[in-house]
């Protein structure tokens, strides 16, 4: 089980950070990742892990404002979002994958309830 939470209205420029708790299984296992969907978008990719650990990927829109992390003695997985804008308003879903391509959402098997996020401008 994953729960998402972090979420909320900040203004233009501002930060927050997202948290992704796993319970349930084998959480080190599992390759971790953040997605969004804004209303009427579709899902779209946001971070993730390499297989490995060792590499991180990051959406073109997002690239030097977002970086996530882990800690696996607390099973969660964190996403910084730093200089947010407008038109990262969307709802933020924390997913897990064993296989698969890091950027696509068929990959991942276990998603974890959205947690919204509102950037006034």
């Known amino acids: 089980q994953l729960q998402a939470f972090g979420g909320g209205l900040v203004q233009t420029g501002g930060s927050l950070r997202l948290s992704c708790a796993a319970s349930?299984?084998?959480?080190?296992?599992?390759?971790m990742g953040w997605f969004r969907q804004a209303p009427g978008k579709e899902r779209e990719f946001v971070a993730s892990f390499s297989r490995s650990g060792r590499n991180t990927f990051y959406g073109d829109s997002v690239k030097g404002r977002f970086t996530i992390s882990r800690d696996n003695a607390k099973n969660t997985v964190y996403l910084q979002m730093n200089g947010l804008k407008p038109e990262d308003t969307a709802a933020y879903y924390c997913a897990a994958r064993s296989s698969g391509y890091y950027s696509d959402i068929r990959s991942y098997d276990y998603w974890g309830q959205g947690t919204e996020v509102t950037v006034s401008s």
């Open positions: 349930g299984r084998a959480f080190s296992a599992y390759v």
